[in-house]
Protein backbone atom coordinates (compact mmCIF):
# COMPACT_ATOMS: atom_id res chain seq x y z
CA UNK A 1 0.00 0.00 0.00
CA UNK A 2 1.72 3.46 -1.51
CA UNK A 3 1.73 5.68 1.68
CA UNK A 4 3.42 8.25 4.07
CA UNK A 5 3.29 7.94 8.08
CA UNK A 6 4.09 10.96 9.62
CA UNK A 7 5.48 11.95 13.38
CA UNK A 8 3.00 12.07 15.95
CA UNK A 9 1.93 15.86 17.59
CA UNK A 10 4.41 18.03 18.83
CA UNK A 11 4.29 21.13 21.30
CA UNK A 12 7.28 23.58 21.20
CA UNK A 13 7.99 26.72 22.92
CA UNK A 14 8.50 30.09 21.18
CA UNK A 15 12.46 29.90 19.99
CA UNK A 16 12.42 26.23 19.80
CA UNK A 17 12.70 23.56 16.93
CA UNK A 18 10.56 21.24 15.86
CA UNK A 19 11.54 18.48 13.56
CA UNK A 20 8.87 16.37 11.80
CA UNK A 21 9.25 12.85 9.73
CA UNK A 22 7.51 11.31 7.33
CA UNK A 23 7.85 7.90 6.44
CA UNK A 24 7.09 6.34 3.00
CA UNK A 25 6.24 2.74 1.96
CA UNK A 26 4.89 1.06 -1.17
CA UNK A 27 6.62 2.78 -3.87
CA UNK A 28 10.61 3.35 -4.35
CA UNK A 29 11.58 6.57 -2.65
CA UNK A 30 14.68 7.65 -4.30
CA UNK A 31 12.44 7.92 -7.46
CA UNK A 32 10.20 11.11 -5.98
CA UNK A 33 10.52 14.19 -4.30
CA UNK A 34 8.43 15.62 -1.39
CA UNK A 35 6.72 18.75 -0.52
CA UNK A 36 6.19 20.05 2.81
CA UNK A 37 2.57 21.91 3.25
CA UNK A 38 1.79 23.95 6.17
CA UNK A 39 -1.74 24.71 7.28
CA UNK A 40 -2.88 27.06 9.92
CA UNK A 41 -5.99 26.46 11.89
CA UNK A 42 -9.03 27.54 9.16
CA UNK A 43 -6.49 28.70 6.18
CA UNK A 44 -5.72 26.81 3.10
CA UNK A 45 -2.28 25.09 2.89
CA UNK A 46 1.07 26.99 2.49
CA UNK A 47 4.13 25.55 0.20
CA UNK A 48 7.15 25.31 2.51
CA UNK A 49 9.50 24.01 0.14
CA UNK A 50 10.53 20.51 -1.44
CA UNK A 51 13.30 18.21 -1.60
CA UNK A 52 14.31 15.60 -3.80
CA UNK A 53 14.89 12.16 -2.00
CA UNK A 54 18.01 11.03 -4.47
CA UNK A 55 19.65 14.32 -5.16
CA UNK A 56 18.94 16.06 -2.05
CA UNK A 57 18.45 19.33 -3.92
CA UNK A 58 16.10 21.45 -2.07
CA UNK A 59 13.62 24.31 -3.20
CA UNK A 60 12.55 26.47 0.01
CA UNK A 61 9.72 29.40 0.02
CA UNK A 62 11.41 32.51 0.75
CA UNK A 63 9.12 32.78 3.80
CA UNK A 64 10.64 30.10 5.30
CA UNK A 65 14.07 30.40 3.79
CA UNK A 66 17.05 30.38 7.01
CA UNK A 67 14.74 28.89 9.22
CA UNK A 68 13.59 25.26 7.27
CA UNK A 69 15.69 22.68 6.57
CA UNK A 70 14.88 19.29 4.48
CA UNK A 71 16.49 16.31 4.29
CA UNK A 72 15.68 12.74 3.28
CA UNK A 73 17.11 9.36 4.33
CA UNK A 74 17.01 7.22 1.42
CA UNK A 75 17.96 4.29 3.94
CA UNK A 76 14.52 4.16 5.91
CA UNK A 77 12.73 5.82 3.22
CA UNK A 78 12.13 8.85 5.96
CA UNK A 79 11.87 12.82 4.97
CA UNK A 80 12.50 14.91 7.51
CA UNK A 81 11.24 18.85 7.83
CA UNK A 82 13.44 20.75 10.53
CA UNK A 83 11.63 24.80 11.61
CA UNK A 84 13.43 26.40 13.92
CA UNK A 85 12.98 29.69 15.77
CA UNK A 86 9.11 28.82 16.43
CA UNK A 87 6.82 31.62 16.62
CA UNK A 88 2.50 31.20 17.60
CA UNK A 89 2.56 31.74 13.99
CA UNK A 90 3.82 28.77 13.28
CA UNK A 91 1.19 26.72 15.05
CA UNK A 92 -0.65 24.54 12.74
CA UNK A 93 -0.31 20.63 10.93
CA UNK A 94 2.55 20.17 8.75
CA UNK A 95 1.59 17.90 5.64
CA UNK A 96 4.27 16.20 3.86
CA UNK A 97 3.30 15.01 0.00
CA UNK A 98 4.69 13.40 -2.81
CA UNK A 99 6.37 15.07 -5.51
CA UNK A 100 8.08 14.90 -8.70
CA UNK A 101 12.06 14.20 -8.49
CA UNK A 102 12.41 17.72 -10.45
CA UNK A 103 10.58 20.96 -9.22
CA UNK A 104 7.96 21.31 -12.18
CA UNK A 105 5.35 23.52 -12.48
CA UNK A 106 2.97 21.20 -13.53
CA UNK A 107 3.16 18.96 -10.67
CA UNK A 108 0.67 17.55 -8.88
CA UNK A 109 0.76 15.83 -5.60
CA UNK A 110 -0.85 12.54 -4.54
CA UNK A 111 -0.11 10.84 -1.90
CA UNK A 112 0.06 12.79 1.28
CA UNK A 113 0.72 12.21 4.87
CA UNK A 114 -2.12 12.07 7.63
CA UNK A 115 -0.61 15.46 8.88
CA UNK A 116 1.19 16.19 12.29
CA UNK A 117 -0.14 18.97 14.54
CA UNK A 118 2.78 21.53 16.23
CA UNK A 119 1.68 23.66 18.57
CA UNK A 120 3.93 26.57 19.74
CA UNK A 121 2.82 28.06 23.39
CA UNK A 122 4.48 29.16 26.56
CA UNK B 1 -1.04 35.29 1.87
CA UNK B 2 -2.81 33.34 -1.02
CA UNK B 3 -3.61 35.29 -4.18
CA UNK B 4 -5.89 32.58 -5.39
CA UNK B 5 -9.03 33.80 -4.66
CA UNK B 6 -12.18 31.72 -4.27
CA UNK B 7 -15.42 32.07 -2.62
CA UNK B 8 -15.51 31.00 0.85
CA UNK B 9 -18.85 29.03 0.36
CA UNK B 10 -21.03 26.97 -1.60
CA UNK B 11 -24.00 24.77 -1.22
CA UNK B 12 -26.08 22.45 -2.86
CA UNK B 13 -29.01 19.84 -2.66
CA UNK B 14 -28.29 16.03 -3.44
CA UNK B 15 -28.29 15.82 -7.30
CA UNK B 16 -27.62 18.90 -8.01
CA UNK B 17 -24.34 20.54 -9.75
CA UNK B 18 -22.70 22.76 -8.13
CA UNK B 19 -19.37 24.95 -9.51
CA UNK B 20 -16.59 26.34 -7.68
CA UNK B 21 -14.52 29.17 -8.88
CA UNK B 22 -10.30 30.18 -8.50
CA UNK B 23 -9.26 33.81 -9.55
CA UNK B 24 -5.79 34.00 -9.71
CA UNK B 25 -3.38 36.23 -11.74
CA UNK B 26 -0.94 36.03 -14.79
CA UNK B 27 2.10 34.86 -12.57
CA UNK B 28 -0.01 31.95 -11.33
CA UNK B 29 -3.27 30.73 -13.31
CA UNK B 30 -2.81 32.13 -16.16
CA UNK B 31 0.45 30.53 -17.21
CA UNK B 32 0.42 27.39 -15.47
CA UNK B 33 -1.56 24.36 -14.79
CA UNK B 34 -4.08 24.00 -12.03
CA UNK B 35 -4.81 20.94 -9.79
CA UNK B 36 -8.12 20.72 -7.19
CA UNK B 37 -7.88 18.87 -3.95
CA UNK B 38 -10.77 17.81 -1.58
CA UNK B 39 -10.08 18.07 2.32
CA UNK B 40 -12.30 16.11 4.79
CA UNK B 41 -12.68 17.55 8.33
CA UNK B 42 -9.36 16.42 10.18
CA UNK B 43 -7.66 14.70 7.22
CA UNK B 44 -5.10 15.49 4.52
CA UNK B 45 -5.90 17.01 0.93
CA UNK B 46 -7.05 14.73 -1.70
CA UNK B 47 -5.86 15.42 -5.33
CA UNK B 48 -8.85 15.65 -7.35
CA UNK B 49 -7.83 17.33 -10.51
CA UNK B 50 -4.26 17.70 -12.06
CA UNK B 51 -3.18 19.54 -15.32
CA UNK B 52 -6.73 21.71 -15.46
CA UNK B 53 -8.80 18.78 -16.22
CA UNK B 54 -7.32 15.41 -15.64
CA UNK B 55 -8.92 13.09 -13.15
CA UNK B 56 -5.97 10.75 -11.22
CA UNK B 57 -7.62 6.82 -11.34
CA UNK B 58 -9.96 6.12 -8.54
CA UNK B 59 -11.80 10.09 -8.57
CA UNK B 60 -15.24 9.88 -9.74
CA UNK B 61 -16.11 11.17 -12.99
CA UNK B 62 -18.98 14.14 -11.42
CA UNK B 63 -15.75 15.70 -10.77
CA UNK B 64 -14.62 18.10 -13.52
CA UNK B 65 -12.21 20.86 -13.93
CA UNK B 66 -11.53 23.55 -16.57
CA UNK B 67 -9.32 26.61 -16.84
CA UNK B 68 -9.94 30.17 -18.97
CA UNK B 69 -7.56 33.00 -19.07
CA UNK B 70 -6.71 33.38 -15.15
CA UNK B 71 -9.64 31.46 -13.52
CA UNK B 72 -10.60 27.98 -13.07
CA UNK B 73 -13.48 26.05 -11.84
CA UNK B 74 -13.94 22.76 -10.56
CA UNK B 75 -17.59 21.39 -11.02
CA UNK B 76 -19.14 18.36 -9.27
CA UNK B 77 -22.37 16.91 -10.52
CA UNK B 78 -24.81 14.40 -9.01
CA UNK B 79 -24.10 15.55 -5.46
CA UNK B 80 -23.74 13.61 -2.73
CA UNK B 81 -23.63 14.03 1.05
CA UNK B 82 -19.68 12.71 1.13
CA UNK B 83 -18.75 15.37 -1.04
CA UNK B 84 -19.15 18.17 1.84
CA UNK B 85 -15.48 18.99 2.06
CA UNK B 86 -13.25 21.74 1.97
CA UNK B 87 -11.69 22.11 -1.86
CA UNK B 88 -8.77 23.90 -2.82
CA UNK B 89 -7.46 25.07 -6.17
CA UNK B 90 -3.58 25.09 -6.08
CA UNK B 91 -1.44 26.47 -9.17
CA UNK B 92 2.40 27.15 -9.73
CA UNK B 93 2.75 30.94 -8.96
CA UNK B 94 6.54 32.05 -10.60
CA UNK B 95 6.68 34.95 -7.67
CA UNK B 96 6.79 32.31 -5.24
CA UNK B 97 8.66 29.61 -7.43
CA UNK B 98 6.21 27.05 -5.92
CA UNK B 99 2.65 26.16 -5.85
CA UNK B 100 0.50 28.57 -4.62
CA UNK B 101 -2.49 27.46 -2.97
CA UNK B 102 -6.41 28.81 -2.96
CA UNK B 103 -7.99 29.72 0.53
CA UNK B 104 -10.57 26.95 0.05
CA UNK B 105 -14.44 26.68 -0.44
CA UNK B 106 -16.76 24.67 2.18
CA UNK B 107 -18.93 22.74 0.35
CA UNK B 108 -22.33 22.28 2.25
CA UNK B 109 -24.30 19.53 0.95
CA UNK B 110 -28.35 20.38 2.17
Known amino acids: QVRLVQSGPEVKNPGASVRVSCKASGFSFPSFGFIWVRQAPGQGPEWMGW????????SYARRFQGRVTMTTDTSTSTAFMDLSSLTSDDTGVYFC???????????????WGQGTEVTVSS | QSVLTQPPSASGTPGQRVSISCSGDNSNIGKNLVCWYQQLPGMAPRLLIFRNNQRPSGVADRFSGSKSGTSASLAISGLRSEDEAVYYC???????????FGGGTKLTVL
Open chain 1, 97 to 111: ARASLTVRPDDAFDI
Open chain 2, 90 to 100: AAWDDNLSGPM
Open chain 1, 51 to 58: ISASSHAT
